[in-house]
């Protein structure tokens, strides 16, 4: 092999080791679930109710007073993961005198989710979330309209406060969006992460 072979060749090589370390290096940098700064092993139950939660359609402004929430949540191949099995929402009301909430149900639960980074931020990510909201009222616009919300949803979790936050800024950075009506609509929520099982009482976090 002449000196100019070899000196592409080498070039080649470094190239490719520096692509394997970066594959690698973000690879193992994929976050799970701990308690007390300890890797979950098996599964957890996770439960709360967001401290404050509305959903925005354009014009419309939903919000439940019992947002409530369970998650069961596990680490697998080096990732972690979970699923929503509960989402019982009650006493919703609307920011319009003329709309008011017939009903309102989460749909074809379990949703999965897992844990994401993004700009060296953890965030929870929910794929294939579903909830129907029925609306009512003489002058309401949406009066008798069955309005879907779906999509994703990414929130930003602080272990400090041991909370999932939701909002237009999180579902952005995560690059998740829920839709309605043809819409983007605005989930807006704070969720405490709470372990109601095996590691009740343990800080929970994520890295």
Same mark, same amino acid.
């Not at 709360?48 to 919000?63: C, F, H």
């Not at 990510?125 to 029925?134: P, Q, R």
């Not at 069955?146 to 979790?157: Q, T, Y």
């Not at 999932?164 to 969006?177: D, G």
């Given at each position: 092999?002449? %000196?100019?072979?070899k000196?592409?060749?080498? %070039?080649?090589?470094l190239? +490719?080791?520096?692509? @394997?370390?970066v594959f690698?290096g973000s690879?193992?940098?994929s976050?799970?679930?701990?308690?007390e700064e #300890?890797?979950?092993t098996g599964?957890? =139950? =996770?439960l709360?109710?967001?401290?404050e @939660?509305?959903?925005?359609?354009p014009?419309?402004?939903?919000?439940c007073?019992n947002f409530?929430?369970?998650l069961t949540? #596990?680490?697998?191949?080096?990732i972690?993961?979970?699923?929503?099995?509960e989402?019982?929402? /009650?006493?919703?009301?609307t920011?319009?005198? +003329?709309?008011?909430?017939s009903?309102i149900a989460?749909? #074809?639960?379990p949703w999965?989710?897992?844990?994401?980074?993004?700009?060296?931020k953890n /965030?929870?990510?929910i794929e294939?979330?579903?909830?129907?909201i029925?609306?009512?009222?003489? $002058?309401?616009?949406l009066?008798g309209t069955l309005v879907?919300?779906?999509g994703?949803?990414?929130?930003?979790?602080d272990n400090?406060? $041991?909370?999932?936050?939701?909002?237009?800024?999180?579902?952005?950075?995560?690059a998740?969006e829920l %839709?309605?009506?043809?819409q983007?609509?605005e989930?807006?929520?704070v969720?405490?992460? $709470?372990?109601?099982?095996?590691? %009740?009482?343990?800080?929970?976090? =994520?890295?």
């Amino acid at each position: 092999m002449n %000196r100019k072979a070899k000196s592409i060749f080498g %070039r080649v090589a470094l190239t +490719a080791l520096v692509i @394997s370390a970066v594959f690698a290096g973000s690879a193992g940098a994929s976050p799970t679930w701990k308690f007390e700064e #300890k890797e979950l092993t098996g599964s957890e =139950v =996770v439960l709360g109710a967001a401290v404050e @939660s509305s959903l925005t359609i354009p014009g419309l402004t939903t919000k439940c007073e019992n947002f409530l929430y369970k998650l069961t949540i #596990k680490n697998e191949a080096g990732i972690g993961k979970g699923e929503v099995t509960e989402l019982p929402l /009650y006493n919703c009301t609307t920011n319009s005198n +003329a709309c008011t909430v017939s009903s309102i149900a989460a749909e #074809k639960l379990p949703w999965l989710s897992h844990l994401a980074t993004f700009s060296s931020k953890n /965030y929870v990510v929910i794929e294939g979330v579903k909830v129907g909201i029925l609306y009512s009222g003489e $002058e309401c616009v949406l009066g008798g309209t069955l309005v879907i919300v779906k999509g994703s949803a990414g929130g930003l979790i602080d272990n400090t406060a $041991e909370t999932a936050t939701f909002n237009a800024t999180t579902l952005s950075a995560s690059a998740t969006e829920l %839709r309605a009506l043809a819409q983007k609509i605005e989930w807006n929520g704070v969720f405490p992460t $709470e372990a109601f099982q095996w590691h %009740r009482t343990q800080p929970l976090s =994520v890295s």
